[in-house]
């Protein structure tokens, strides 16, 4: 499934929409209220949630809604949750990659999809990976969303 159905938003289904908001949002909800119990009988623990950079700054040239209004609601949802359970030890945070080179965009042109980041690249896996690792190493960080997008949150 791609992240984002590249339609205008009119021509969305209701499959469509049903498809994206199960996989991004009820995914991440029935995914946490899993672990969070276990977390909390271990006063310790971290989760990631995965946005992306169309979420929160959107491109004419891309026509993505699925995408920003699944991913949009990351961010805001790890700072409710990181003062949720902040008490707990429990902490929430969110990478917000731009294009990576995935499976994903194996058949894409990677030049033309390189032009949606000012550093005219697109991301490798270990971008994202390093920016997770961070979080994880860094303990005195929740409710904050890092922007791994080659620039794209500077403006396009």
Known sequence: MPESFPKEFTDYTEEDYKMVMDTNVAGFFYMTQQVVPQMKKQN????VNISGASAGQPSR???AL???????????ASKALALEYAANNIRFNTVSPGVVNTPMHANG????????HPL???????????????????????????????????GR
């Open 109 to 116: 042109d990677h030049a033309e999809l390189a032009k949606f």
């Open 44 to 47: 310790s623990g971290h989760v």
């Open 61 to 63: 040239a891309e026509r």
């Open 120 to 154: 005219g690249r697109i991301g490798d896996v270990s971008d994202v990976v390093d920016a997770v690792l961070y979080l994880q190493n860094a303990t005195f960080v929740t409710g904050e969303n890092i922007r791994v997008d080659g620039g794209i949150h500077a």
């Open 66 to 76: 699925l995408a920003v209004l699944s991913k949009s609601t990351m961010p805001a």
